[in-house]
């Protein structure tokens, strides 16, 4: 069963903004799902409508093949949601603030205690389980609320901008545990934020939005074929010889198009043939920000 269907989904807010237009994807269980885009591109509108949250004005979406604006205490009970401000109550303690929401979860006190304590571990919070959330970092703050949305053990995670606010090393924290969710416990998480770097170091899958509209979907490669001719060769030498297809990006440095890697050592043997000294070769291939300023220039052109 996939953990998300979504077909034609649009919403028009009362003051005539469309902030989500004929929205159309899917996610399956285990997938991290990048969803991108700068704010106002329709991200935590699409998460509302997935959970409840709001009404569509047109189209359908699924949540385990449960309807959210007719279940949506179901899609609740499946669902764990984090976003970029962690929401749980300052004058409770990490551990009493897991067992209230455990509670509400309907768990009773024995489980929820233990899985307190799991989570709290996993999250590296044990030393911090008796302190008040006041007290708390935004580091801290943060893997609490993932705990938080865990602690009912949900078949799929909406996170919006789960590390906002993160030094780097809680950000790879947070990752490590989002790739570990999808991979051991076949957790869906649909993954909202407008940080492109930080996605394509954890997403598996990706769908890019521009004010409301999908413009595409697919893993990186997938992305990089559909968007790109090609790949840009840089060599570092010591000269180039004339007649051969590089442009000298200055410090020794050269580039060239090529459409794949298997014309790599072809020129690199005329390199080497004609008594160049080669110090440097990489490829670079585009990256998830070269993908989604190329796509969101072919929409202006288009009008």
Do not use: W
Not at 138 to 148: D, E, H, P, V
Not at 171 to 178: D, E, L, P, Y
């Amino acid at each position: 069963m996939q953990a998300i269907t979504i077909q034609n989904l649009s919403k028009t807010y009362e003051t005539g903004k469309e902030a989500v237009k004929n929205l159309s994807l899917s996610l399956e269980a285990g997938e991290v799902f990048g969803f991108l885009g700068p704010n106002g591109a329709g991200k935590t509108t699409t998460v509302k409508l997935l959970t409840g949250i709001l009404t569509p004005t047109s189209g359908t979406c699924r949540v385990f093949d449960l309807d959210p604006q007719t279940e949506a205490n179901r899609v609740h009970a499946v669902s764990g949601i984090v976003t970029e401000h962690a929401q749980m109550y300052d004058h409770l303690t990490a551990m009493e603030n897991l067992m209230f929401y455990a509670s509400t979860f309907g768990i009773n006190r024995s489980e929820a205690k233990k899985r307190s304590e799991t989570l709290l571990a996993e999250f590296e919070l044990t030393d911090a389980k008796d302190q008040k959330l006041a007290s708390f970092s935004t580091g801290m703050r943060q893997r609490l609320s993932l705990a938080r949305a865990l602690i009912h053990r949900p078949s799929i995670l909406f996170l919006d901008e789960p590390t906002s606010g993160l030094d780097p090393e809680n950000a790879q924290r947070v990752h490590q545990m989002i790739r570990k969710l999808a991979s051991e416990e076949h957790i869906a998480v649909f993954l909202c934020t407008h940080q492109l770097r930080y996605a394509q170091e954890v997403c598996t899958r990706y769908g890019l939005m521009d004010e409301g509209t999908l413009l595409v979907t697919g893993t990186l490669e997938e992305l990089r074929t559909s968007t790109f001719s090609g790949q840009t060769l840089s060599i570092r030498a010591d000269r180039l010889p004339a007649g051969l297809p590089f442009v000298s990006c200055g410090d020794s440095f050269y580039t060239t198009s090529i459409r794949s890697e298997q014309e790599i050592p072809d020129l690199i043997r005329t390199l080497v043939a004609q008594g160049v000294n080669l110090y440097e070769v990489s490829v670079k291939k585009p990256s998830l920000e070269d993908i989604y300023f190329a796509l969101t220039a072919k929409q202006t052109e288009g009008f």
